[in-house]
């Protein structure tokens, strides 16, 4: 009987663990969707995406001699 009980409480944690999963992933795909939905509406609204500065952005490395 104890073995029966502990197999019951293992399932029961499982599943809990198993719906606590499967929110975090809904969670993140209502973000993203939010995310990619505001990029969209910002796009057709005509924002570009700009830099902070003006200025250009330097090579990474200098020229050779």
């Known amino acids: 009987m104890y ?7 293992r399932t029961a944690e499982l599943i809990r663990q198993a ?6 992933r809904e969670a993140v795909r209502v ?3 939010a995310r ?3 990029a969209n509406r910002s796009a057709e ?6 830099a902070h500065t003006s200025r ?4 990474r490395h200098p020229r050779t001699a």
Do not use: Q, S
């Open 36 to 38: 990619r939905e505001a």
């Open 56 to 59: 250009r952005r330097r090579h």
């Open 19 to 24: 719906e606590h999963e499967r929110l975090v």
């Open 3 to 9: 073995e029966y009980e502990l197999h019951h409480i």
């Open 31 to 33: 973000r993203r969707a």
């Open 45 to 50: 609204d005509g924002a570009e995406t700009e």
